[in-house]
C-alpha cells in the first residue's frame, strides 16, 4: 500500500472513531468549534465599515428606505413623536458690519430647550436661504475659544489665516455665511453651552443605576435620539422663520456636528445641501453616546448612511485623522451611487492634512459648495472676510429678563415623554380590525425586522459541514452545521427522520434553552421526538448561539452604554431568533414552508415566537412558552435576554401579534397584554380559532398532539 493510501486510511479511521466517540446530540468533537465568529468577534466603532453600491437604481431606493427605517427605529424615532409647539424665543439683538445675531430657544419637547444664536445677513429682501450649523465636540461647544497661542499655532501650520478665525472657528463660520446671504442657526449639543439641563455624558446612559439603562433599551431611550429630535425641531424653527426660503436648506457641522448633519439628512427630506466634515468614512464611526444607539449600524456605516442624501449635493471634508482615506476609500462608492442618478459631480470629499478640525481652509470650500448649491450668487473665489468675535458670555442665551423657562426638566421628564409618546402611538395602531392590522405590521413589523434582520431565503443557507449519519431505532440521524456563504452564522443542527416509507408530514424545529441534547436520553430519542417521529414528522433542534456546542459567547456589553456593543452587533437573543431563521429557511428548501412548524421550550419560547413573528405567513404552526413576556426580571445590560426596544413595541404579545392568522398556541402570563395584542390581532384578521392562550405550562404531549393534530 502507498504512503498516500496509508494515510488517508488513517485518517478515515480516525475520522469514524471520532464520529463513534461523539455523542449523538453533537456534531463537532470535544473541544472542535463550529466556526461561528459571533463566538469571538465583536464588532466596535473602530472596525473596518466599507460600503459596496448596489448596481441599479431601483436596489438603491429598496435599499435607502431599508435603512431609514433602521436609523429611525435605532434612535427610537420609528414612528416620530408628535410635535409640540415650539414656543421660540428670539432675542438680544446684536448688531455686526453686515450680519447680525440673536439669542434663541425653543421647546424642541415639553420641558426641553434647544438653545442657540440665529445669525442673519443685514440689507437683504425676499426670503434667504437657511442653514443648521450642529456643532462637534469642541471644548463649550457654541462658546468656543481655543485661546491665542493655539489659534496662532493654527496660522503657522497653514490652517487659519486670521486671529479671529483661528480663535473663533465657529462663530466665524456662521457670520461668514451670514455675510453671503443666508440665515444661520448655531445650535448646542444636548449638555454643552446653554444646553444644562441633562448633562452631555449622562442623561439616559450614564446612571449608576442597572435597572434604568435596562430600561432606556427596553424603550429604545438613547441621547443620541434625543439630539436628532433637537436637529428635526431646529429644522422646523429655522423654516418657520419668514425670511428662511424652505426650499434652500443647507446643513453643514464636524467631528460630531458632522454626524449631526449627515443624520438629519438622511432621515429629513428637507436638506438642499450637506457639508459633513471630518466625520464620513470607513473607519472609526463616532465616538460618543451622541453618536451611537441599539441597532443603528448593524450592516451599515457612515458612508451609506451619508449616502442616503443622494442624489443631492454632499460636500465632505477629510483631515489627518480616522477620516484620512476618505478620498480612496469612501468617495469612489459615493460616486458610483451618485452615478446612478447622472449626479456625480453633486458628491465631492477633500482631504487636508491637518489634524481634526473645522479650520479656514476646509470652511471655505464648504462655502464655495454652499454659494454654488444654495444658489447664493457670492463671488468666486469665496475667501472668509475678518470678523469681529462676540465675547462667548454674550452669546449665552438666558439672562436676567429671559430666564430658563419654569417647566424646564431633566432626563427624567425626557424619558417620560418619549415612553408617552412611544405607547401613543403603538396605541394609535392597536390591532382593532383588518385596516388597523396592516398599520400594526407596518410598525411593529418594521421594527422586529431592524432587531432580527431580514428572514435569510432557503438559498443562502447550505450545510458546510456534516458528520457521518447514524441510523438509531428507525431514525437516521444527521448532525451537521449549517451556514451562509457571506453570514458569520455556522449552526450545529441535529435531524432526525423516519427511516420507514410512510409520508412525510412535516417538519418540526425544536429548540429548548439547553439545546439539542434535549432530543435525547443518553444514547436514546427522549420521549418528545419519538413522539414526532412516529407520527413522521422530520425533527430538527439547533443549539442557538449561546447554547450547547455554540458557548459560550465571548461577549461583554460596554459598561459605559449599551449601543457601543449593540449599535454594531446584534443582542444575544435577536441573534437565537435569526438561528431559527435560518433552520426555517434550510426546512423549507425540502418541505413546504407551511409544513414547517416551531416548538419553543422555556426561555427558548420567546425566541420560537420571535422568528416565527418574522418569517412571515408562508411557514406553519409555532407552540410556545413565552417566559417573563415583557422582560420584567431582566435587570442589568448583561443579561443575554435584553432586547432593545421591546418594549416601545408591546412585548411579546405585540411581536406574536404579527404571527396572525398563522396557528399560534402561547402559555405564559400577563393574560391581559395577551388578550390586548395578540388575541385582538387573531381577532382582527378573522383567525380567533388560529389562537390558544394557556397559563402557566403546557405539557410535552399536549403540544404535540396541538401540532400534529
Known amino acids: 500500500m502507498s504512503l498516500l493510501r496509508v494515510v488517508v486510511a488513517v485518517s478515515m479511521l480516525a475520522v469514524s472513531v471520532a464520529n463513534a466517540e461523539t ?41 435607502r428606505e431599508e435603512l431609514r427605517r433602521q436609523l429611525l427605529v435605532a434612535l427610537g424615532l420609528w414612528p416620530l413623536p408628535e410635535k409640540a409647539p415650539l414656543n421660540s424665543v428670539i432675542h438680544g439683538r446684536i448688531d455686526r458690519d453686515d450680519y447680525t445675531v ?11 430647550y434647544v438653545s442657540g444664536n440665529l445669525y442673519r445677513p443685514k440689507n437683504v429682501s425676499g426670503k434667504r436661504p437657511g442653514v443648521l450649523c450642529p456643532h462637534g465636540h469642541w471644548a463649550n461647544g457654541r462658546f468656543f475659544d481655543a485661546g491665542e497661542a493655539a489659534a496662532r499655532k493654527q496660522i503657522e501650520i497653514g490652517a487659519e489665516k486670521r486671529l479671529e478665525g483661528a480663535r473663533y472657528p465657529l462663530q466665524a463660520r456662521c457670520a461668514m455665511l451670514a455675510r453671503m446671504g443666508c440665515v444661520v442657526f448655531h445650535y448646542d449639543m444636548v449638555g454643552v453651552a446653554d444646553s444644562q439641563q441633562i448633562g452631555h455624558t449622562a442623561g439616559f446612559t450614564a446612571e449608576k443605576d442597572e435597572r434604568l439603562k435596562v430600561e432606556t433599551e427596553l424603550w429604545q431611550q438613547n441621547f443620541m435620539g434625543l439630539q436628532t429630535w433637537n436637529s428635526i425641531r431646529a429644522l422646523d424653527f429655522l423654516i418657520s422663520l419668514p425670511d428662511v426660503d424652505a426650499h434652500r436648506i443647507g446643513v453643514t457641522g464636524a467631528s460630531g456636528g458632522g454626524t449631526q448633519t449627515f443624520i438629519l439628512c438622511a432621515l429629513d427630506d428637507r436638506p438642499a445641501v450637506a457639508f459633513p466634515a471630518v466625520m464620513v468614512s470607513t473607519s472609526m464611526q463616532g465616538g460618543c453616546i451622541c453618536e451611537n444607539a441599539s441597532y443603528l449600524r448593524l450592516g451599515t456605516g457612515n458612508v451609506e448612511i451619508a449616502g442616503l442624501f443622494a442624489p443631492k449635493p454632499l460636500g465632505m471634508t477629510a483631515a489627518n485623522d480616522w477620516t484620512r482615506e476618505m478620498e480612496t476609500k469612501g468617495l469612489p462608492e459615493l460616486q458610483a451611487l451618485y452615478r446612478l442618478y447622472d449626479a456625480e459631480q453633486f458628491v465631492m470629499a477633500k482631504y487636508y492634512p491637518f489634524e481634526h478640525n473645522y479650520n479656514q481652509i476646509s470652511r471655505e470650500l464648504m462655502y464655495s459648495w454652499f454659494n454654488k448649491h444654495l444658489r447664493l450668487g457670492y ?101 451537521m452545521i449549517l451556514g451562509s456563504k457571506e453570514g458569520p452564522e455556522r449552526i450545529p443542527v441535529v435531524a432526525l427522520r423516519p427511516n420507514n416509507n410512510g409520508p412525510i408530514r412535516g ?72 438561528d431559527l431563521m435560518f433552520v426555517a429557511a434550510f426546512a423549507s428548501k425540502t418541505c413546504p414552508p407551511a409544513a414547517v412548524h416551531l416548538v419553543g421550550w422555556r ?98 404531549a399536549e403540544v404535540i398532539a396541538w401540532l400534529t393534530r
Open 379 to 479: 463671488p468666486e473665489p469665496v475667501e472668509e472676510k475678518p470678523f469681529e468675535p462676540i465675547p462667548p458670555r454674550e452669546l449665552s442665551v438666558y439672562d436676567a429678563e429671559h430666564p430658563r423657562p419654569k417647566d424646564a426638566t431633566g432626563a427624567d421628564g425626557v424619558r417620560r415623554w418619549f415612553r408617552e409618546q412611544a405607547e401613543k402611538n403603538l396605541m394609535a395602531v392597536a390591532p382593532t380590525n383588518h385596516d388597523a392590522l396592516s398599520r400594526f405590521r407596518e410598525v411593529v413589523g418594521t421594527a422586529l425586522r431592524v432587531m432580527l434582520g431580514s428572514p435569510p431565503k432557503g438559498e443562502d443557507v447550505s450545510v458546510v459541514h456534516e458528520s457521518q449519519p447514524v441510523t438509531r431505532d428507525d431514525v437516521v440521524i444527521r448532525r
Open 603 to 700: 426561555e427558548a419560547g420567546t425566541v420560537a415566537v420571535l422568528a416565527r413573528a418574522a418569517l412571515g405567513s408562508d411557514f406553519g404552526r409555532c407552540a410556545a412558552d413565552v417566559v417573563d413576556p415583557l422582560w420584567r426580571t431582566v435587570q442589568n445590560t448583561q443579561d443575554v435576554r435584553l432586547l432593545p426596544g421591546a418594549l416601545r413595541y408591546g412585548g411579546m404579545p405585540a411581536f406574536a401579534a404579527l404571527c396572525a392568522p398563522s396557528e399560534l398556541f402561547v402559555c405564559s402570563d400577563e393574560a391581559e397584554r395577551w388578550q390586548r395584542w395578540t388575541a385582538a390581532a387573531y381577532t382582527a384578521a378573522g383567525a380567533v380559532e388560529s389562537w390558544t392562550y394557556r397559563p402557566g405550562r403546557a405539557s410535552a
Open 23 to 63: 455523542p449523538l446530540s453533537r456534531v463537532m468533537s470535544e473541544g472542535q468549534s463550529t466556526g461561528d465568529r459571533r463566538l469571538n468577534r465583536l464588532i466596535t466603532l473602530n472596525d473596518y465599515f466599507p460600503f459596496q453600491p448596489p448596481k441599479s437604481r431601483e436596489a438603491w431606493e429598496k435599499r
Open 507 to 578: 417538519t418540526v424545529i425544536w429548540v429548548n434553552p439547553e439545546g439539542k441534547v434535549n432530543l435525547f436520553e443518553g444514547d436514546r430519542l427522549a420521549s418528545p421526538a419519538k413522539a414526532l417521529i412516529q407520527r413522521n414528522f422530520v425533527v430538527l433542534s439547533p443549539d442557538v448561539l449561546g447554547v450547547g456546542e455554540q458557548s459560550p459567547v465571548k461577549r461583554v456589553i460596554d459598561q459605559r452604554f449599551v449601543g457601543y456593543t449593540l449599535g454594531y452587533n446584534r443582542p444575544i437573543l435577536a441573534e437565537q431568533a435569526r
Open 102 to 112: 440673536e439669542k434663541v430657544f425653543f421647546a424642541s419637547l415639553p420641558g426641553h
